[in-house]
């Protein structure tokens, strides 16, 4: 089972930049597809965006694009969501997911993280 923890999430202001970074404990990390979502108060779980397990393709949800970059780096079994340009309604608990095959629903994903609070103010 992957065990994955979030981290890098804070305050910061609209056109502020932040960097997620998301271990995994399992050493075959490099076998999951990951994805970023993310949920306000009030709101459902949304799609922010996933990378293949190799790291050669990325998707994104359009709210995003443009702004957020996904990454990984298998020999350190992270995955990182770089966030440019941030506004308030970025404003959620950030998760990272794993799964063998990955994609862009909720159900899709088989292991989560806690989540890390982002904060953006006008």
């Known amino acids: 089972q992957v065990q994955l923890v979030e981290s890098g999430g804070g305050l910061a202001q609209a056109g502020d930049s932040l960097r997620l970074s998301c271990a995994a404990s399992d050493r075959t990390f490099s076998s999951y597809a990951m994805g970023w979502f993310r949920q306000a108060p009030g709101k459902e779980r949304e799609f922010v965006a996933t990378?293949?397990?190799?790291?050669?393709?990325?998707g994104y949800a359009n709210s995003v694009k443009g702004r957020f970059t996904i990454s990984r780096d298998n020999a350190k079994n992270t995955v990182y969501l770089q966030m440019n340009s941030l506004k308030p309604e970025d404003t959620a608990v950030y998760y990272c997911?794993?799964?063998?095959?990955?994609?862009?629903?909720?159900?899709?994903?088989?292991?989560w993280g806690q989540g890390t609070q982002v904060t953006v103010s006008s």
């Open positions: 997911a794993a799964d063998l095959v990955g994609g862009s629903r909720v159900a899709e994903y088989d292991y």
């Open positions: 990378i293949t397990r190799s790291g050669g393709r990325t």
